[in-house]
């Protein structure tokens, strides 16, 4: 069965620092996602992205994030000047039509110390 | 508005027993109802989804169950099984948009043998 791969599945930084997490979405896809999950607490939207362009964003997603896909399979989350509380799970997510049904990945941990 | 509230945050079933995690939304734009199913270490699995337009579906163990004047909807497991012990998450989005959902808070399911 298909997936959507997500390196790395744990990432340690200093605080101020910047992360770039990676996802590889499923090939024949063409919505992508990142979501984010604080320990214990709900998965919370952060942007969408179709055509090479951001289609949608939260509130939180502010000019500390970015989202880019820098060849055909490849789909990264950028995050600039980190701070303690983006400490989180990190799910990447794709659809074929983006009509629901999303394909998660594993998610990257990301602590921020 | 956009809130989509999941009781209860946790639950202990035995093996065998029926498990009912319930939902309520408050956006009466929101038309299509996922239920997602996530194992530690894991991203959400797409497990079952609903449309307002019938009031139950039904896949094997797994029921929705959908109230639309009430604005609520639940999932039923019949037979739990220990293997079904995972978080739940309830989530509800809207076709005319962009269908990203709106995530309940999670429920800790735990099935005893």
């Known amino acids: 069965e298909p997936e959507v791969t997500q390196t790395p599945s744990h990432q340690v930084t200093q605080m101020g620092q910047e992360v770039i997490l990676r996802c590889v979405p499923i090939s024949n896809h063409l919505y992508f996602y990142w979501y984010r999950q604080i320990l214990g607490q709900k998965v919370e939207f952060l942007v969408s992205f179709y055509n090479n362009e951001i289609s949608e964003k939260s509130e939180i997603f502010d000019d500390q994030f970015s989202v880019e896909r820098p060849d055909g399979s490849n789909f990264t989350l950028k995050i600039r000047s980190t701070k303690l509380e983006d400490s989180a799970m990190y799910f990447c997510?794709?659809?074929?039509?983006?009509?629901?049904?999303?394909?998660f990945g594993s998610g990257t941990r990301l602590t921020v110390v | 508005q956009q809130q989509v509230k999941q009781s209860p945050q946790s639950l202990i079933v035995q093996k065998g027993g029926i498990s009912i995690i319930n939902c309520a939304y408050e956006?009466?734009?929101?038309?299509?109802f996922p239920w997602y199913q996530q194992f530690p270490g894991k991203g959400p699995a797409l497990l079952i989804a609903i449309r307002p337009d019938v009031s139950e579906k039904k896949e094997g163990r797994f029921t929705i169950s959908f109230n639309k004047s009430a604005k609520q909807f639940s999932l039923h497991i019949m037979d739990s099984q220990p293997g079904d012990s995972a978080t739940y998450f309830c989530?509800?989005?809207?076709?005319?948009?962009?269908?990203?959902?709106?995530f309940g808070r999670g429920t800790s399911l735990i099935v005893h043998p």
């Open positions: 956006n009466t734009a929101f038309d299509y």
């Open positions: 989530a509800a989005s809207t076709s005319g948009g962009s269908y990203i959902p709106t």
């Open positions: 997510a794709s659809t074929e039509e983006g009509t629901g049904g999303y394909t």
